[in-house]
């Protein structure tokens, strides 16, 4: 489906899309807080390290969001194979299968890694190598991506390359990008909701049915988790969260030939990266509560969170909105100059 054209055709199943979306919010918002109940029984909480006495959440609500999303997922691919009336157009069900194994695999990486500790968990080569085994069944389907358009050069092809060594280092940098701008309430599930919105929008203007269906799938499970872990949070997404996020993210550039705009939506994780970077990978996100209930940078620390607390006296709240609102222009941004093709997709 051409660009032209692509609005009026996809609008065609936008009730399609609206029913994957409410499937997947429905599911967590339902599953959420009866799972935030058992964990406070078993004990699988954290502190929240940004809060005065800093009391323990459930941390694990990354689980309410794979099931939110692979509902509908799974309900998509119900649509696709028995109600052709209600999914007027096709769709390329193994490469949609290839990105939701991909997603659900880094997704469990997440969870092995709540469940063992965030400190004493897996180990920082393990989390840049374990993906890469999550990215075989997208690696398997040898995705026949088009030349990249590169400026002063031209567009340039990777062949089989793109399958081989793309693929996986972009799951693994997207997955582990995800997972460095996090900690603070509500600030790693509305990044990513941020940045999937604006990948499904373009993906819909694109043609790109598949990364719709992931799009609006996370979008549906993102909003539900969010009302639960916006200040004060009642649950944190963990490990379980924020790496099936950056999985989703590569997953729906990859499958919708959308890498470069990924790349720009996730600038900010790459000046996190430097942050970390600069502190050899030693520092976290998190601010030192004061009386006043604001949030002061911590002198060790190295992070963008902690160069806003630096600006002025913020809440939490505010240090999250202020990097919210960093990331929505660079979103509205990214879009306008996609829509009027000033990126070549």
């Given at each position: 489906?051409?660009?032209?054209?692509?609005?009026?055709?996809?609008?065609?199943?936008?009730?399609?899309?609206?029913?994957?979306?409410?499937?997947?919010?429905?599911?967590?918002?339902?599953?959420?807080?009866?799972?935030?109940?058992?964990?406070?029984?078993?004990?699988?909480?954290?502190?929240?390290?940004?809060?005065?006495?800093?009391?323990?959440?459930?941390?694990?609500?990354?689980?309410?969001?794979?099931?939110?999303?692979?509902?509908?997922?799974?309900?998509?691919?119900?649509?696709?194979?028995?109600?052709?009336?209600?999914?007027?157009?096709?769709?390329?069900?193994?490469?949609?299968?290839?990105?939701?194994?991909?997603?659900?695999?880094?997704?469990f990486l997440g969870l092995m890694d709540d469940l063992l500790g965030?400190?004493?968990?897996?180990?920082?080569?393990?989390?840049?190598?374990?993906?890469?085994?999550?990215?075989?069944?997208?690696?398997?389907?040898?995705?026949?991506?088009?030349?990249?358009?590169?400026?002063?050069?031209?567009?340039?092809?990777?062949?089989?390359?793109?399958?081989?060594?793309?693929?996986?280092?972009?799951?693994?940098?997207?997955?582990?990008?995800?997972?460095?701008?996090?900690?603070?309430?509500?600030?790693?599930?509305?990044?990513?909701?941020?940045?999937?919105?604006?990948?499904?929008?373009?993906?819909?203007?694109?043609?790109?049915?598949?990364?719709?269906?992931?799009?609006?799938?996370?979008?549906?499970?993102?909003?539900?988790?969010?009302?639960?872990?916006?200040?004060?949070?009642?649950?944190?997404?963990?490990?379980?969260?924020?790496?099936?996020?950056?999985?989703?993210?590569?997953?729906?550039?990859?499958?919708?030939?959308?890498?470069?705009?990924?790349?720009?939506?996730?600038?900010?994780?790459?000046?996190?990266?430097?942050?970390?970077?600069?502190?050899?990978?030693?520092?976290?996100?998190?601010?030192?509560?004061?009386?006043?209930?604001?949030?002061?940078?911590?002198?060790?620390?190295?992070?963008?969170?902690?160069?806003?607390?630096?600006?002025?006296?913020?809440?939490?709240?505010?240090?999250?909105?202020?990097?919210?609102?960093?990331?929505?222009?660079?979103?509205?941004?990214?879009?306008?100059?996609?829509?009027?093709?000033?990126?070549?997709?």
């Open positions: 489906m051409g660009p032209v054209n692509s609005w009026v055709g996809a609008g065609l199943m936008w009730p399609a899309f609206f029913l994957f979306f409410l499937c997947a919010f429905t599911a967590t918002f339902l599953v959420l807080p009866k799972l935030i109940g058992r964990m406070k029984k078993r004990g699988l909480v954290g502190k929240d390290m940004n809060k005065a006495g800093m009391p323990e959440i459930p941390e694990m609500g990354g689980i309410a969001v794979w099931l939110g999303f692979s509902s509908a997922i799974m309900l998509s691919i119900f649509f696709y194979s028995y109600l052709q009336n209600f999914f007027p157009f096709e769709m390329d069900l193994t490469m949609l299968l290839a990105g939701f194994a991909t997603i659900a695999m880094v997704g965030w400190r004493d968990g897996i180990r920082q080569w393990q989390h840049a190598l374990i993906p890469m085994f999550a990215a075989l069944p997208l690696m398997a389907i040898n995705i026949n991506n088009p030349p990249f358009y590169i400026p002063l050069i031209g567009y340039v092809g990777f062949g089989i390359y793109y399958s081989l060594l793309l693929v996986p280092i972009g799951i693994t940098g997207a997955s582990n990008a995800a997972n460095m701008l996090a900690g603070l309430n509500g600030l790693e599930a509305g990044l990513g909701l941020m940045i999937i919105s604006t990948l499904t929008a373009i993906a819909l203007y694109s043609g790109s049915i598949e990364a719709v269906i992931i799009g609006v799938a996370l979008m549906g499970a993102l909003l539900a988790f969010l009302r639960l872990n916006w200040f004060p949070a009642k649950v944190f997404g963990g490990d379980s969260l924020t790496l099936m996020v950056g999985a989703g993210i590569a997953t729906m550039a990859i499958v919708g030939d959308l890498e470069k705009i990924g790349i720009l939506l996730m600038s900010l994780f790459f000046v996190e990266l430097v942050f970390k970077a600069r502190h050899k990978f030693q520092s976290e996100c998190f601010g030192l509560p004061q009386k006043d209930g604001t949030l002061k940078a911590d002198p060790k620390g190295g992070s963008l969170t902690q160069w806003v607390m630096r600006r002025g006296r913020f809440t939490e709240t505010k240090v999250v909105l202020i990097i919210l609102g960093m990331q929505a222009i660079i979103c509205l941004t990214v879009f306008l100059l996609s829509y009027f093709q000033k990126i070549y997709i």
